[in-house]
């Protein structure tokens, strides 16, 4: 299985929206609607952003937002904050009771 | 809210098996609506899941790995392991084990422990 694949990077100014793009095929992303967003900062574990495509867990700002289209799904991060600064990771349910991750976006807030 | 810690080696030698913990505090690991799982990431690189197991003692390994991956459960003492066999370099990674509902939703995370392979 091969990984997800996302841009290496991204950036925007504080207050503008950033949106990071995680392609895979029919077999993962475009299979089922079992994407998941990950924010990870420096020396830290990741966190659950996003899930089921869409779907924010409790506590994470309305900000963020997902969504998906054909094999290619993206996570929005709309007013830019300078602690939204972090690497982002999405990951698929890849059929099989499989699971694989994408390569990383590291997001800069210029 | 769950809490997951990462226990094991720091140091594990090439040809040897990686061994790990993680103990969860803060609910039960038998409960029915989780599964536990590893995930790991090399040192300047992406994320990697190596597998997960259901309370029932239900597994699920990441194809490229499994021949070398065993998850196990342990009810009595709320942890749940992980072994991996034939360790080399590219075994260096930061060890994550979380906690997933559907299998694929990592929503609690331990702190992460990095294992070395090294002689």
């Known amino acids: 299985q091969s990984a997800l694949t996302q841009p290496p990077s991204a950036s925007g100014s504080p207050g503008q929206s950033v949106t990071i793009s995680c392609t895979g095929t029919s077999s993962d992303v475009g299979g089922y609607n079992y994407v998941s967003w990950y924010q990870q900062h420096p020396g830290k574990a990741p966190k659950l952003m996003i899930y089921?495509?869409?779907k924010r867990p409790s506590g994470v700002p309305d900000r963020f937002s997902g969504s998906k289209s054909g094999n290619t799904a993206s996570l929005t991060v709309s007013g830019l904050q300078a602690e939204d600064e972090a690497d982002y990771y999405c990951?698929?349910?890849?059929?099989?009771?499989?699971?694989?991750f994408g390569t990383g976006t590291k997001v800069t807030v210029l | 809210q769950l809490q997951l810690q990462e226990s094991g080696p720091g140091l594990v030698k090439p040809s040897e098996t990686l061994s790990l913990t993680c103990t969860v505090s803060?609910?039960?690991?038998?409960?029915?609506?989780?599964?536990w799982g590893w995930i790991r990431q090399p040192p300047g690189k992406g994320l990697e899941w190596i597998g997960s197991i259901y309370y029932s003692g239900s597994t699920y390994y990441n194809p490229s790995l499994k021949s070398r991956v065993t998850i196990s459960v342990d009810t009595s003492k709320n942890q749940f392991s992980l072994k991996l066999s034939s360790v080399t370099a590219a075994d260096t990674a930061v060890y994550y084990c979380?906690?997933?509902?559907?299998?694929?939703?990592?929503?609690?995370w331990g702190q992460g422990t990095l294992v070395t392979v090294s002689s």
């Open positions: 979380a906690s997933s509902q559907q299998l694929v939703i990592f929503d609690y």
């Open positions: 990951s698929s349910y890849a059929g099989s009771n499989n699971l694989v």
């Open positions: 089921e495509v869409s």
């Open positions: 803060g609910g039960s690991i038998s409960s029915s609506s989780y599964y």
